[in-house]
């Protein structure tokens, strides 16, 4: 029986919730509004208004009408007697007959005020009119029955019969009404807190150790690309490199700790092709590619970043680079080339030392057909000429290229990005990048925002980027978690290391 997952809070990030919520925000007043419009059509068809008509009597003394009861107990077992002669059944089937009806078409109530001669009556009906009728009817009728029963008091009459303006319940209604849009809003609130829960996203470091099977390489936290008010103002898209000045001394030094577990394969394992994926679109894989490659290039004379996703190419775009028509690594795949051909595609930047070869958009048709064998001649010919190729690659979710190159590379990373796919899908991606004939190095965690950043700015660090994929071919996983680990200690025989720097 399979163990049944115990829920670590370590594994939440609240600021992963938060936007959770605010996100999915329509549905909160979405429900408010239904809670208070059906609470309205339930008054409307199972609530019956009620009015009241109210009567205040003084109980005196029939020898002298002018003065009350010396005795407190004498005037409240009078009272009491009094009031249950008004509600009884006599009382109001005379009052009926008065009104010409077969039945009394109203409640009585009593109250009597303690240490008073004071006898207050409330009738109740469906409407003010005939409340006021009822409680006439009661003050004509009563005299003959209360003079044979109480002798030696009379009820006089000093205020009423009153008519009601509003009806009994429409301040407790309007009071239901104004409650019900709140308590359907915090019940949607608390509705999507768990369904935030068990979305089982990666949200935290921590988490991630719990929730994936591989090695957590490094963790990119979120870093603000615009820091001057010029740049705030301006809201242009821009990338974050290392190159740039503004970029912080945490974010760079996180992507010089990942270059080391590359170097660190590479002279172990003689590994030069390393593929950079993601699970889904938009998880920043494309920039955490372009920085490691600048990150080599400002060690190593011969590193090459390689956009080979055909599908919708960023580091053009990362590195603000036009793409010469009919240069673009599509070009060489499945085709003859010659050396010249490849050499004259492959741009050099003298700044950053870093050799790139930029890709144009392929059919989709052609892309289908693509196999390991297409890319073998154009990537054994850049091993001859680059000690470092880093691949930046489409999302493994969205296509298939990416198990293709995986097969064609000699060591992948998959780049996960905060609260973006399920632990599942993660898992399953690198059980595909462990299957495959590289070695998977491990994962890094990008984009990691936390709640004690908006108190301690300086405590979270990272990037983000604002190029997405936009592929519309939809998403999505359909298949299960295996539930076999597999070693990621792959060894990769018979690759030498041909460094021409």
């Known amino acids: ?37 059906g609470l309205y059509l339930v008054q409307g068809l199972f609530m019956t208004a009620s009015f009241n008509s109210t009567v205040t009597f003084a109980i005196t003394s029939r020898n002298s009408a002018s003065s009350s009861f010396s005795s407190t107990a004498a005037t409240t077992t009078v009272a009491s007697r009094m009031g249950e002669l008004l509600s009884s059944d006599i009382v109001q089937n005379a009052a009926a007959k008065r009104m010409g009806l077969s039945s009394f078409p109203a409640q009585v109530s009593i109250q009597s005020p303690s240490n008073t001669n004071i006898l207050i009556m409330d009738v109740t009906a469906s409407s003010p009119e005939l409340a006021y009728k009822s409680a006439l009817a009661i003050m004509d009728c009563h005299t003959e029955y209360s003079q044979s029963v109480f002798s030696s008091v009379v009820l006089n009459n000093i205020n009423g019969p009153t008519i009601a303006s509003t009806a009994n319940s429409s301040s407790s209604r309007a009071l239901l009404l104004q409650i019900a849009a709140p308590i359907g809003a915090a019940a949607m609130i608390v509705l999507l807190i768990m369904l935030a829960i068990q979305a089982d996203t990666i949200q935290t470091p921590t988490g991630a150790k719990h929730q994936v ?21 301006k809201r242009r898209k821009k990338s974050l490199l290392i190159t740039d000045p503004t970029c912080s001394f945490y974010y760079t030094e996180t992507i010089h700790q990942l270059r080391i577990f590359i170097e660190r394969a590479h002279d172990k394992q003689h590994a030069q092709l390393f593929l950079i994926t993601s699970c889904s679109e938009n998880e920043g894989k494309s920039t955490v590619a372009a920085n490691i490659a600048l990150s080599l290039a400002q060690k190593h004379r011969k590193v090459l970043l390689l956009d080979a996703d055909l599908r919708k190419p960023a580091q053009s775009l990362i590195f603000e680079e036009p793409v010469e028509s009919g240069n673009g690594f599509g070009r060489f795949l499945a085709k003859d080339f010659t050396e010249a051909d490849l050499d004259k595609a492959i741009v050099h930047s003298e700044a950053s030392n870093l050799y790139t070869l930029y890709s144009e958009s392929v059919r989709r048709k052609k892309m289908e057909s693509l196999t390991t064998e297409s890319f073998a001649p154009v990537l054994e010919m850049l091993r001859k000429k680059f000690s470092y190729i880093i691949i930046d690659t489409p999302p493994m979710g969205l296509f298939a290229d990416t198990e293709v190159l995986a097969d064609a590379s000699d060591a992948s990373i998959l780049v996960v990005k905060q609260d973006q796919v399920s632990a599942i899908a993660v898992n399953d991606a690198i059980d595909t990048l462990m299957e495959s004939k590289s070695v998977f190095l491990g994962y890094v965690l990008n984009n990691i925002r936390s709640i004690r950043s908006i108190a301690l700015p300086s405590a979270d660090y990272g ?39």
Request: aromatic share 16%.
């Open 213 to 233: 099977e591989g090695k957590q390489l490094a963790t990119i936290f979120h870093e603000r690309k615009n820091r001057t008010l010029r740049s705030v103002l």
């Open 463 to 501: 990037y983000g980027y604002g190029y997405g994929y936009g592929y519309g071919y939809g998403y999505g996983y359909g298949y299960g978690r295996k539930k076999d680990k597999r070693s990621s200690s792959k060894n990769v025989a018979g690759k030498e290391e041909k460094n021409h720097g």
């Open 1 to 37: 029986m399979e163990e049944k997952k115990r829920i670590q809070w370590s594994d939440f990030e609240p600021l992963c919730i938060i936007r959770f919520v605010l996100r999915h925000f329509w549905m909160v007043f979405l429900t408010a509004l239904i809670a208070a419009m």
